[in-house]
Nanobody
Framework: QVQLAESGGGSVQAGGSLRLSCAASGRTFSSVGMGWFRQAPGKEREFVAA????????NYADSVLGRFTISRDNAKNTVYLQMNSLKADDTAVYYC?????????????WGQGTQVTVSS
């Protein structure tokens, strides 16, 4: 059974940092892209960052560019999201995703999410 398990969420003051981890189990994802999404209360889920299989291509939402960094360790089957200079607007449940579908139609696998709360 394939599982994506996020960890590292929590509460932090504005300007602080957190590092999210997403550990995959059940199969290896070393040959596929992975990403992070988030959903704030009352809002739709939105894209945060994505990384290709080798880590050589990364994309970010404009709202996090320059503050967040996505990375991966294929030996550990894990993807990370380093979040710096956090703002109250970053408060959301953060979801890990793996294996993009063709045509940009989402991802095949999703984690359960981890809560990030930033207080101003």
């Amino acid at each position: 059974q394939v599982q994506l398990a996020e960890s590292g969420g929590g509460s932090v003051q504005a300007g602080g940092s957190l590092r999210l981890s997403c550990a995959a189990s059940g199969r290896t994802f070393s040959s596929v892209g992975m990403g992070w999404f988030r959903q704030a209360p009352g809002k739709e889920r939105e894209f945060v960052a994505a990384i290709n299989w080798s880590g050589t291509n990364r994309n970010y939402a404009d709202s996090v560019l320059g503050r967040f960094t996505i990375s991966r360790d294929n030996a550990k089957n894990t993807v990370y999201l380093q979040m710096n200079s956090l703002k109250a607007d970053d408060t959301a449940v953060y979801y890990c995703a793996a294996e993009p579908r063709r045509g940009g139609l989402g991802y095949n696998y999703w984690g359960q999410g981890t809560q990030v709360t930033v207080s101003s």
